[in-house]
């Protein structure tokens, strides 16, 4: 099949696009290579592949793009939850804008496109779910700041002010974004299957928690936690945790990530769904923290601030049930051989390690 990739020159999209490759496919990559997260053109992109320099706001390069494509994989975005929330136009211009574009495209005019598969995040959640003893699964909203300046980090019942424990997410749990960019992505994928059940387009919507692994931006100081504590370890700078380090999060291989992508492409039962895409495995930003120190093979002391940046959530684990039951997907990559194939990668890569700009930016903005 004729396949189009957007973003992928990304760290995900790359994978996904040498994998298509490998499958026999005819891809295409669309990409403007952002310079906050290319410096050049990447040396790793797929030969095999034919590359298109263009811009998701920019709906001429776009219908040249999508011209005889079977099947098109929306993973082009802006990413990063705190930036999003000052330069709010652009994320809101590049990723519900980008997407409406091409969205336009495909209700209006002549296309051969089979399937698209978006690209979503379990950003859209905010705070994941939880488990009240006396009132059962409960969705807590965001932590007050009279409660984080208090340094009163765990979640509390919405309900009955008791303690709850974090369990896996859910599909169904209501969405509340706390950010610019989760709310970019929720109109990503709510307009796709929207306009793919209107007009009998197949659309699906994967969403991500948190990706890790080569080719993960290690100067972009907005990227992955995984990356910019690799970024800082690799420069000898200690790793910079909020809060106490022990909120955790569900991380998962871009290996991983480009299985449920090919298993959402092949099959029907994935038409018109949404699906998590995590491991539901727990694990707190001071583990992440310490792995990657082990792996450098570094003894840098580990700054945990006790501070707060506004809009972060405390847990969120995906609850992968349902693309269990309906693509027969699993994980595959073992955690700690997916973190030392990411600092494996990361000896050989330059990293301008930008933590403390980003950090200024982010204070400068009220956002910490």
């Known amino acids: 099949m004729n396949v189009l990739v957007t973003g992928g020159a990304g760290f995900i999209g790359s994978h996904l696009v040498d994998k298509l490759v490998d499958e026999g496919h005819q891809v295409n990559i669309f990409d403007n290579l952002e310079g ?24 001429e390069q776009l219908r040249s793009a999508i011209k005889d494509i079977d099947i098109i994989f929306h993973q082009a975005s802006m990413v990063g939850i705190g930036q999003s929330m000052y330069q709010i136009n652009k994320y809101v211009d ?155 999060r569900d991380f998962i291989s871009v290996h991983d990530i480009v299985h449920a992508n090919i298993l959402a492409m092949k099959s029907s039962n994935a038409d018109y769904e949404v699906f998590n895409v995590g491991t539901e495995r727990p694990t707190t930003i001071k583990e992440i923290a310490s792995n990657i120190m082990k792996l450098y093979n570094k003894n840098l002391p580990i700054e945990i601030t006790n501070a707060y940046r506004k809009g972060d959530i405390r847990h969120c684990i995906a609850d992968i049930s349902k ?24 000896t050989t890569q330059e990293a301008i390690d930008r933590f403390d700009d980003a950090h200024r930016e982010l204070k400068d903005k009220g956002l910490i």
Not at 37 to 48: D, F, G, I, M, Q
Not at 219 to 233: D, K, L, M, Q, W
């Open 94 to 248: 590049v990723n519900t804008l980008g997407t409406a574009k091409l969205l336009d495209l495909l209700v209006n005019e002549e296309h051969e496109v089979k399937k698209l598969i978006v690209a979503s995040s379990m950003s859209i959640y905010g705070e994941g779910a939880y488990l009240c003893q006396d009132c059962g699964e409960v969705y807590p909203i965001l932590r007050s700041e009279e409660q984080l300046k208090k340094g009163a980090w765990a979640i509390k019942c919405p309900n009955c002010g008791l303690d709850v424990r974090e369990i896996p997410t859910k599909e169904t749990k209501p969405p509340h974004s706390t950010s610019i960019y989760a709310i970019s992505k929720k109109d990503q994928e709510e307009m796709s299957l929207a306009v793919g059940k209107t007009y009998g387009i197949p659309v699906v919507a994967l969403r991500y928690f948190n990706v890790f692994g080569p080719r993960q931006a290690l100067s972009n100081p907005y990227t992955g936690v995984c990356a910019i504590f690799s970024a800082r370890i690799k420069n000898n700078n200690p790793p910079v945790i909020f809060e106490d380090g022990l909120q955790s």
């Open 36 to 59: 906050q997260v290319h410096r050049s053109t990447p040396a790793y992109l797929n030969e095999k592949a034919t590359f298109i320099k263009g811009d998701m706001r920019d709906i």
């Open 323 to 346: 693309i269990k039951s309906k693509l027969a997907f699993r994980p595959i990559v073992a955690f700690q051989s997916g973190m030392e194939e990411l600092v494996a990668w990361g």
